[in-house]
Nanobody
Framework: QVQLVESGGGLVQPGGSLNLSCAASESIFSVSVMGWYRQAPGKQRELVATISYRSNTNYADFVKGRFTIVRDNAKSTIYLQMNSLKPEDTARYYC?????????WGQGTQVTVSS
């Protein structure tokens, strides 16, 4: 059973930064596509960014130029550096691991952007 553990969320003022982490429990991490998704209250879960096992990245338009996703295969961990945060970035952020047809999710970490 794959376990994903997110950390790094919190309360930050507009314009501030946070760095989220997601650690995976399984060795398939290095051959998996990893991603960050988010879900705000009353809204559907949406893609934020993904990174392939070759570190090819894909970003949602609303985070391009502000967020950066990276992976460290040696630590089975991905990171999401979030800069220039806006109130509309407030959501619960979920880590995702995709391996073949299998999808795994973490419990999420709350990010709140407010003054």
């Amino acid at each position: 059973q794959v376990q994903l553990v997110e950390s790094g969320g919190g309360l930050v003022q507009p314009g501030g930064s946070l760095n989220l982490s997601c650690a995976a429990s399984e060795s398939i991490f290095s051959v998996s596509v990893m991603g960050w998704y988010r879900q705000a209250p009353g809204k559907q879960r949406e893609l934020v960014a993904t990174i392939s096992y070759r570190s090819n990245t894909n970003y949602a338009d609303f985070v391009k130029g502000r967020f950066t996703i990276v992976r460290d295969n040696a630590k089975s961990t991905i990171y999401l550096q979030m800069n220039s945060l806006k109130p509309e970035d407030t959501a619960r952020y979920y880590c995702n691991l995709r391996y073949g047809i299998d999808n795994y999710w973490g419990q999420g970490t709350q990010v709140t952007v407010s003054s």
